[in-house]
Every structure is written in C-alpha cells, then in structure tokens.
C-alpha cells in the first residue's frame, strides 16, 4: 500500500510564509562556470543566485509575516540575519512541509539548489523515504520532478550531477558524513567514521583533484536544517556548525517542534495549535505501578474494574499456593471475595484481604483492611519483572480492544515497545538465537489475553483473524534494533554509524509494509535509542519496558505514535474523512509504569516549555492595539479603553478568574454557548485572542483506567417503540438542486464587496532616548526612557502577482465551484475589493471562501429538494460504534438509551439533555445516533444528534429528531454550512414523514418537550 497525499492549509499556509520572507527578489534560473573534473573552467553549472535584497527589505517582510501570523515582531534581523524558524508539531508533517517549500521557492524565484541537514542516519532514511513517497504527489501538483540523493562519500559523481542540473534538486546530508573531520579531537588516524567525513573537505583524485565542498559552496545552496537542536547542539563552535558554514548557504531554515533557537521565526504550529485543530492523535494514558507495601507483603493487583448490567465486578491478580509452591493467577471478582480463602490459605493475605467494596464510579476496590487500589496499581512484594509483565498485559489488552473497534473499517492496529537493552528480547548464543523474558512475557500474556477476550468478540471476521495460524503469538511481534555485519541484533553504540545504517535501512523499508494486515506483525520490539526518524501513523499503543530516566521527555516518548492513523487505502483519517470525530479514533494510548498523575504532570510540564512563547494569562494588553474586524464588518484597532472592557466582561461572564482562563470558559466554547455581553461585536477576534493563551489542561492526557466502553442493549433496540421510530428515519434520501449559477455569481459579488474587509498590515516604527536617570525608582519604575515617537509604514503589497492563479486554486478548492465561476465572481467585484488580496492574501482567501460558502448554502437551500430512494440504513451502525467515556464527566449510565452508557459533551448542553431524557417519563427510550446515520448534503455528511421516542398518549408526536446547539437558530439567519447542513435535515425529514416524527434544534429538554406539544 502507498500512503495518499493531499493538500492541507496549514502545510501551504507554511510554504508561503517562507516564501515571502523574499517578496521582491527578481524570479531568475541561475547558471555559473565552474572547475571541471580535469581543472578547466568549462563546466556550466546551475547554482541559486544571490539575493538582491537588503537587510531592511528583508526584516520588514518578516515583521510584516510575522504580525499577520500572530507572533512577536522582530525589531531587527537577529543572528546572521539569513536564518529563518518554522516551528511544526511532531507528526503534523514537517517533512510535506519543507519539501513543499522547495517548490514553492523555486516557482516564485527559481532557486534550485537545496541541501538537508539531519542529526543522524534515522533522520535521513526517514527523510529520504518521504521523498520516494510523495515524489508522484508533489509532480502532479508542480508538474515538474525534484532529484534527491543520499550523500556518500564512495559516490562522489552525485554532486557534479547535483552541480549540473537545471531543476530542483536535493542533497540529503547527516551531520557524522562531515562533522567529525572539523573535531580535532575526534580526528584519529585509523578511524574510518573520520575517513569517510574527511572526503567531503579534501581534493579527491577521483573528483578531479577538487574538494567537493568547494563545488557545493559554488552553487549558493539553501539550507534546510531538521531538528536543529539536535544538529547544531549547545557549543556555539562545535564542529557541525563550522561545517554548515563551508556550504555557503544562500540561506537557512530551521525546523522542529523543539527549538533550542529560535530566529526570525515566520511560521508557528505548536502542540496547542496542532491539538486544537485536530491534526494529532489524542494521548491517553494507562498506569502500571507500585503503591506500596502492606505489612504482610500481600503481592494485590488491580487490573480493571468491569461495568455491566449487574454490580461492577473487578480482575484481581494475587498469588495462589500450589503443589509446587506459589504462582500468580488474575481473576474476575465480585465483592465479598477472600484472598486468603481463594489462594489456598496464604498468610500473605490473613490482614483481612477481603473485597469490600467494588465502586465503578470511583473506579476503585476497598478492601476489609483499608487498602485502596485504582487499576493498575500493585501493592505487596513485587519485583520489576512483575511489574513489566503487567505493562506487556495491559498493552496487549489495549491493543486488542482498538483492533476490535477499528478491524472493520481496514485500521491496522500496531504497537510499539521501548527496552534498554536487546538481550531483553532476543539472546544471541553460539549458533543459536533464542527468545530473551520480554518476547517469552509477551507470547505468555497474548495467549492468556485471547483465552480471556476472544469469547467476548462478536465480529466473526476479526475472531476468525486472530484465529489464522498466520497470527500466532510468535508471528505477530517482532524487534527492530541496529544489526551487525553478521546480521545479528547490537546496541546502537557504533559511532561511526554501520551498525545504525543497517538496522534503520530495515526499519525504512519496512514502515509501509507494517500497516498492511497481510505482514502479520503487531507488536513492535525497539531499543529505546530509537527517539526520532521511524514512527509509523498506526502506532496506537507506546509501552516503555523501563524506568524513564529524567533524562527524556515524555513528549519525546509519546512522539513516536502522534501521527493520525491510516486505513488499508493509504487515506488518513483526519477531520476531512472523520469530521469532529477525529479523536474517536485517533487515539495513542500510553501504558506507563509510574502513577497517572505523575505521568500527566510530566508530560503538561514538557508542553508548557514548549510554548514558552504563549501568554499564561489574561491580561488587557492581550487585546491592546490589535488590529481586528467586528463581526459586522467594520475594521478597528482596540483601543486601552476596550481591552480594559473587554478584560472586565470576561471577569464578569466568569472566564478568567485570577489572570487565568476558567473551566467555565472552555465548557461554554466547546458547547457554543460563549456570551461577550457588550462586547459580543468582538466575539471572533476575543476568541482568537484567548486560543493563543497557554492552557495546561489542554494537554492533560485521559485516564484511560477511568475511560468505560458503552455496550449495546438489544432489549432497548428491539422496543416497540424504538422499532416505530426506526422504521420512520431510516430511510436513505437523494438531493436535487436547480443550481442557478448566473444568480450565485451576483449575490457572491455583492457579497464580497459589501461584506469583505481584511486586516491592513501595518508596521509601527517606535523610537524614543533615555535621556537622564534622575534616580533608581525612575529605572524600576520605567520612567526614564523619554515618550517614544511612533511612525506607522502602511504595507501596500503582501505578496506577487504571479500567484493570482494560486488565489483562483484556494477558492476552487475552499468553495467546490468551478474555475471559471470562480474567475467571474473576482472579476466581477469591485477594483478596491480585489486589490486587499495584495494587502493580506491569506484573510483574503479564507474570508472570500466563506463568504462564497454563505452565498451557495443559501441558494442551495432555497432550491434543494429530498427524494426518498430504495435502501435503508442497516442496525448494523449501532452495534458497530465505539464508545467511550468517563462516568461523572463525559458520560451517564443509562437505562432507556441503546447503550448504558451515554457518551456526550463534558458538562456541556449535550450531558443535561441526557440526563433529563433519563429522567423523564414520558421517554421510553431514546439513542445518540452514530456516525454511521447521515444526511447528504451538498456541504457533506450531516450527522443528527438525537432519536427519542416518547410514550403513546402522552405527547402529540411521539417519534423524534434533535439537534442539540448552544444557540437559538433561525432559518433567517443562516450564514455558514452547518447552518445549512441543519435545514437539509429538516427537507430530508419533511421527505420521509407521514406527520407523526418531528425534527428540530433544540438547546433543553424543555423545547424539546415544547415541540412535541405543539
């Protein structure tokens, strides 16, 4: 299978920050003369020309970028002044992006040649394997192919292929291929490693008596540094930075999601912006850890507590006496369960190890003597062993939970184990390799997993693979580690690199092979070395095998699995294919062997260094001089006076209290109920402002132990009533549409140039002396430095002309018209509507798109109509959908639902509409529909909330329809696709009711009742 491509905004978004850090430099195809092999100067080459702009040009292009993105201004160029940041989380690709770059510099200048900088060979074989992946995506979208190689010191004629060519083309370079040659220290005689990094910088026999660095240097390359904390290192001398300095870049651009340095930073996508977006996988974490000892040493584990019908039951592992002395055994255990009595009279557990209570709740055991256990938690004598043999249970446990839920939908599930050291898993004799105590624990616990959980499985297909000879316990996992020349598995310590080459070489061409269900491996063996360059998007489960020494990051070690996942298709399932289901099923589940807590604390900690950047508070001078637009359309620049009001309304609402944001500001944006008092004409532009605050709680993983599966009642599903109801929505629909183009162009016209307003960039120049210091309190104080003097340059022009095809492409892509309705509509508006493009294109392109996206929802509401068609949605789609959620937070238990659990909104309108469906009556049963039930509509796949069916003789409609929203919706009053995704619902119903089922958008279960009175 091959992974599929496609254009995201973020990505392009990226691209052309970069690019226009140029604006203005002349569009030229460079060719220069340099020394052939043989030393004449007869060679034509084809280096990247020199820049024409100056310092000042170029710093007010990356003011002016850097305003429009929302980071600081710089006031200066800083470093060497031709050294550019792009920040991008991990897994949100950072690779796309840069290469995407590429392209889009050499579209809009002509510059050519690139060279990558990576910190080691993973880096470089992952890097080197995108290339090959995305080479047919890239082509199609550019029209035109990049050449990329491997620098080797044996293979010498690639640079003067590099030098020669006239396109774009790529040299992939890890810092060992150079920087030990620079290192003195490092420079032994007799080391090959230093050999081969010597070639680089000497004159070569074979390459004509040239350096090959010279003619590298010759062709000006830009310089794409990944990972730069980790290339250029914390010694400002070191010898990879003298090294980077002999490519005589043109310029250099750094990327990473943890920059050490940061310079003229043009573009920012941190972990808040990649969460918020849903562009990573949502962590969750599973503990396994030692709580303490009880004075007997009674070894207790706690594995899970089950929810069912009856009274919550728990999986206890404890010690049992046998012939032989005593081994371990895990069982499921209601209350009153006697340890002593149950393990054959243990004194170990004669301290009243009796089950008291079992609180499903609280998730949590008592037992007579008071000991608490939380699941995963041991007390008693335990040694590590034991504890990582319940780290593989739980992983493998995990695991086959998520292959259930996502086997139907062609998900392959893997997971990934960290270990220090190989002979954990794999121990090499003699002529003999044999299985080291993890692969033995795993093999142990898999079997004993499926004899525990395949009874449960009710899909025939996915119990028939587990069943396939093919899947057995010693096929399915496997280890990927750095291999010797006699191929057997090493510790990653060969400086010099063989070793690592040989082993990551397996590792790359084996990454697309893993998400296919015919390669039967599921569970991934790797030297915890293995930090970065390999990570597979199907990663779902991490489980480090050892004590995480402070050394790494838990972000570090939850990065390996952040990537949105991928089906059997190569499609990944991201907000286009799941809508705001994305973290239903993207979701990396960390099984760590330190308390929940501990583990959250950690990993918040590790985000909020990484968006040191973001404001912790909320202060007025948030909102102070920004330049906005009010939400009925008017351009203005906050003034003290209404970032002070703004700053009290937000007190007042209840949003911040003490500086910070409040749980009840989150909740009232999640649920759409948000309310700005007077200030509600800035609703757009106060949000905005708040999602660049740094919330910590935005990072705080999900207990796992705490999360509970909702289970399908089929006594709920098979109620008279219920199969009423059902009969009467589960008909399948098609649209028709009398599109009027001609109509749609006028009204899209009118509407851009009444409605289209963006944000005129600006560049404030302020200069002020400090003139005399007149005491101390004055410097404390500030009040030495005199008035400053304020000089604003209105920025005339963003970007070039020459991308005014790009405009057309956003639009065709944002709205689904046509090019040539596209061109009317902008041919169309008004020259000073057209020419904002030029003064902001990006708000130009995103505010055109939905303002055009107004314009056909309306007409397309005023013109559809629903037709039933043959074929019904399948009751397939409740039994299939996985639910999960956490009692007292984001779920209820229910009695009347489908399921027992209902899984809503934390605390948002969706849990007080539960609980009063629960509550009432006059409600026989009702459901939260799955995704699987949807209108099409011409904006996409509508997804109602609701189905509730009420007591016959107690209300005038008994079958019902909602759609739960924060806000009152009138049909006047609809503006965006969701709006219009509502009213198609409503003509969809209209199509399929015979009178007696009623569809509608409620806020409470008082409307609701209010509409099935009427």
Sequence with gaps: MRIKYKHQRFQAEAAKCVSDVFQGQPKHDGSRTFLNKFGALNFDGFGNLPLVLDNESICENVRGIQMAEGLKPVEHLEGDGRTFTIEMETGTG???????????????????????????????????????????????????????????????????????????????????????????????????????????????????????????????????????????????????????????????????????????????????????????????????????????????????????????????????????????????????????????????????????????????????????????????????????????????????????????????????????????????????????????????????????????????????????????????????????????????????????????????????????????????????????????????????????????????????????????????????????????????????????????????????????????????????????????????????????????????????????????????????????????????????????????????PANGRNKTEAHFVKDNFNKKEWQELWKRINTRTYYNVRFETPKLIKAAIDALDKHLNVTEVRIVVESGGMESIRDRKELEAGTAMSAATVKTIRVTEAIGAEVTYDLVGELVQSTGLTRRTIVEMLKGVNHATFHQFKLNPEEFIIKAGRIINDCKAISLIQHIQYEKRTGTFGTDIFEEATLRGTLGRDAIESTKSLYDLVVVDSEGIEKSFAESLEAEDDVVVYSKLPGGFYINTPMGKYNPDWAVAFREGTVKHVYFVAETKGNDIEVSQLRHSEDAKIECARRHFAAISTGDMVYSVVKTYQDLYNAVTK
């Design 94 to 700: 950072k690779t796309y992006t840069y290469i995407k770059t590429m392209y889009e510099l050499n579209a809009r200048y002509g510059w050519s040649k690139f060279v990558i900088v990576v910190p080691s060979i993973a880096i470089r074989e992952g890097v080197f394997k995108s290339f090959e992946s995305m080479a047919e995506h890239f082509a199609g979208e550019y029209g035109k192919r990049m050449q990329y190689f491997i620098y080797n010191s044996k293979q010498l004629a690639k640079i003067d292929a590099f030098a020669s060519d006239n396109g774009i083309h790529v040299m992939i370079i890890n810092t060992q291929a150079f920087n030990a040659s620079l290192n003195e220290d490092k420079n032994k005689e007799g080391r090959a490693g230093d050999a081969a990094a010597r070639i680089i910088f000497s004159r070569r026999d074979e390459f004509g008596s040239r350096k090959p660095i010279d003619i590298l240097a010759k062709m000006n390359p830009i310089l794409i540094i990944d990972e730069p904390q980790s290339v250029l290192g914390t010694d400002k001398s070191n010898a990879t930075r003298k090294g980077i300095k002999l490519f005589n870049p043109l310029f250099t651009l750094l990327y990473s999601a943890t920059h050490r340095e940061i310079f003229n930073q043009v573009y920012r996508l941190d972990a808040i912006d990649a969460y918020n977006k849903k562009l990573v996988k949502k962590i969750e974490v599973r503990s396994v850890h030692q709580v303490g000892s009880t004075a007997t040493n009674g070894y207790v584990y706690l594995d899970e507590i089950v929810i069912s019908k009856g009274n919550p039951r728990a999986r206890l592992g404890f010690d049992v006496k046998t012939v032989n002395g005593t081994r371990q055994t895990i069982r499921l255990v209601n209350e009153g369960f006697d340890l002593k009595e149950q393990s054959g009279g243990l004194q170990e557990y004669a301290d009243n190890f009796k089950v008291e209570r079992i609180d499903g709740l609280t998730n949590t055991v008592h037992f007579l003597n008071g000991l608490t256990l939380h699941p995963g938690e041991v007390v008693g004598s335990v040694n590590e062993d034991i504890l990582r043999r319940h780290q593989i249970r739980e992983t493998i446990k995990t695991h086959l939970e998520r292959e259930r839920q996502l086997f139907a939908r062609g998900i392959k599930v893997l997971s990934l184990f960290f270990i220090d050291h190989v002979d954990s898993y794999r121990i090499y004799g003699k002529d003999n390799v044999e299985k080291g105590k993890f692969a033995k624990m795993f093999e142990e616990e898999y079997q004993r997993a499926l004899q525990e959980f395949m009874p449960t499985f009710t899909d025939a297909a996915y119990s028939c693979f587990l069943s396939n000879p093919e899947n057995a316990p010693e096929n399915i996992h496997d280890g990927y580690f750095s291999i010797d020349k006699k191929g057997k598995s090493v510790e990653s310590k060969n400086k010099e690199g063989e070793n690592e080459e040989r082993g990551f070489d397996l590792i790359m061409k084996d990454k697309e092979r893993l998400l296919s269900q015919s390669c039967p491996v599921r569970f991934i063996f790797s030297h915890s070395a293995l930090k970065e360059g390999w990570d597979n998007p199907n990663v779902f489960q991490i489980c480090t095998l050892k004590d995480t020494s402070n050394e790494i990051k838990k972000r570090q070690e939850v990065g390996r699995g952040m990537r949105l996942c991928v089906n059997d298709k190569g499609e990944r399932q991201d907000a286009d294919v799941l809508g705001d289901h994305v973290f239903d099923t993207n979701i990396l589940t960390v099984i760590a062997s330190e308390s929940y807590d501990d583990f959250a604390k950690k990993l918040q900690t590790d985000m909020a260094e990484a968006c040191s950047n973001r404001p912790v508070v909320v202060p007025p001078t948030l909102f102070i001089d920004q330049l906005t637009q009010t939400e009925d359309g008017h351009n203005i620049k906050i003034t003290t006076e209404q970032a002070v009001e703004i700053h009290e309304e937000l007190i007042g609402q209840g949003y911040i209290r003490k500086g910070k944001l409040t749980q009840k500001y989150f909740d009232e944006k999640k649920a759409g109920t948000l309310n700005f008092g007077e200030m509600e004409n800035l609703r757009s532009f106060i949000v905005k402002q708040l999602d660049k605050v740094f919330n910590p709680d935005a990072f705080k």
